[in-house]
């Protein structure tokens, strides 16, 4: 049992009190039970589109549709097109539950942008999808050609862009030294933010054109990156510090491979990379929301302990991991559960403030979530910004 314990928690680990101020000095003051409550209840470019296919885009339906008019609206409402939504990752977890969830309405058609094109065709043939609800196109975020040649082609297919979901990411919490992406970024930041900072930035203006009644821009975020929480509190803890690492590239040569310049740390990376995306989202909306329209989002969907996300960790972790969650912590989410959430933040009418970070309570229902200091300092914010745009070539 010892060793079983011992998978889930990191040899660092402690409950010691860290100096932090305000939102999160209350978490050592109460019991387990009470913090897992409270965690649970916790310019626009003028390109014209070229209509038609080129290469890149897989369709799933025989004849490239035009988005339509899916049900019969209330007399005297207009009706509503299907919407087009570009969901990052869709091909396993929590990307793969949400295009199911949005697939199946008939309302959306569900763009899968993924790495492997056979994994995404499989996965959603096994979960039931209709062909004429998706498409899948390739994209990889460790390579910041791929993510243009996306976008080129996205614009090419002559879809309009609704909504955005960056949900891929990669997290490699037992690696002894960092790998990197084709630009040479660490990997899990350069996939996990840097390549949805360039892609989100270069789709800005589709989705500023799109005429669909609420466009939104959602990235994924998560609970381990919030040091308010007790999960935010396993070490290693997120800190980009003054994100010296990331001022040099994360090149590992020149350059430490970790934001805050320090020794590389898988877990820590994937962590940080967290952080960034959700600073991101609050830049996107302090700089953009006003001026377009555009709801910017961000999420902690619930603790999705059998998703591929841990399948770099060991065998005894990927065991226990589960029923940790679903017994221990009661933070466990079913990927099913965790798409219908996803799902809501793309769709629900209910859900259209900006700025937000959304959780879930143990009834499943939504709530707006407090951020970490670090998470939600604008000052951090746009120096994350602002050397991101360096690093991807857009400033
Ligand atoms: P999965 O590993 O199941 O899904 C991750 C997806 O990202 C896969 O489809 C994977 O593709 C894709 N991906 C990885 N690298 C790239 C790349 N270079 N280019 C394109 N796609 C890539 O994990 P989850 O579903 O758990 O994770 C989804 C999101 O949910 C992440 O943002 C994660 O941080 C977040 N999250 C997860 C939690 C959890 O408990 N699982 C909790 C909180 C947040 P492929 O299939 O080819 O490997
Ligand atoms: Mg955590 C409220 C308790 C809670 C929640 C909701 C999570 C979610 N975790 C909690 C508590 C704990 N975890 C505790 C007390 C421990 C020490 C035993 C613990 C350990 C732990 C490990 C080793 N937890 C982990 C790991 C991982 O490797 C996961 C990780 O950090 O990935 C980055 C993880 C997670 N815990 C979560 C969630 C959601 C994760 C998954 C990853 C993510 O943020 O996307």
Not at 155 to 170: I, Q, T
Not at 303 to 331: N, S
């Amino acid at each position: 049992m010892a060793l079983q314990a011992a998978a889930l928690v990191p040899s660092s680990f402690s409950f010691a009190k860290e100096g932090k101020s305000g939102k999160d000095s209350g978490l050592f003051g109460v019991s387990l039970a009470d913090q897992l409550k409270s965690d649970f209840s916790c310019s626009s470019l003028k390109s014209k589109r070229e209509i038609g296919f080129r290469n890149g885009e897989i369709r799933a339906e025989t004849i490239a549709a035009t988005p339509s008019v899916t049900r019969a609206a209330p007399a005297g409402k207009k009706t509503l097109r299907q919407g087009t939504v570009v969901i990052t990752g869709a091909s396993s977890g929590l990307g793969l539950a949400t295009a199911k969830a949005l697939a199946e309405t008939g309302k959306w058609h569900v763009i899968m942008a993924c790495r492997d094109f056979l994994k995404a065709e499989r996965a959603a043939k096994s979960a039931g999808m209709a062909k004429e609800n998706y498409s899948i196109m390739h994209l990889d975020l460790a390579s910041l050609d791929s993510v243009r040649q996306f976008v080129d082609n996205f614009k090419r297919s002559g879809r309009p862009l609704d909504v955005l979901v960056c949900n891929a990411a990669v997290y490699f919490p037992t690696a002894k030294e960092p790998t990197y992406t084709a630009e040479g970024f660490e990997l899990s930041v350069g996939t996990n933010h840097l390549g949805h900072f360039l892609l989100s930035r270069l789709l800005l203006d589709e989705l500023n054109k799109s005429d669909y009644p609420s466009k939104r821009l959602i990235i994924v975020g998560s609970i381990t990156g919030n040091t308010n929480t007790l999960a935010g509190n396993v070490p290693p803890k997120a800190n980009l510090g003054d994100m010296r690492g990331l001022a040099g590239g994360l090149n590992g040569l020149n350059t430490s491979s970790m934001i805050d310049g320090g020794d590389f740390d898988g877990a820590k990376a994937y962590k940080d990379s967290k952080v960034c995306n959700m600073l991101t989202m609050q830049e996107f909306h302090r700089r953009y929301h006003e001026d377009t329209g555009i709801t910017f989002a961000s999420l902690y969907p619930g603790c999705i302990a059998t998703t591929g996300l841990f399948r770099e960790h060991i065998p005894l972790f990927r065991t226990l991991f589960p029923p940790f969650q679903k017994y221990i912590t009661k933070g466990y989410v079913s990927e099913d559960e965790a798409g219908k959430r996803l799902a809501q933040v793309v769709s629900d009418p209910s859900l259209t403030k900006s700025g937000v970070y959304w959780s879930w309570n143990k009834d499943s229902a939504s709530f707006e979530n407090q951020l970490s200091e670090e998470a939600s300092d604008p000052g951090k914010a746009r120096k994350v910004w602002e050397l991101s745009e360096k690093l991807v070539g857009l400033a």
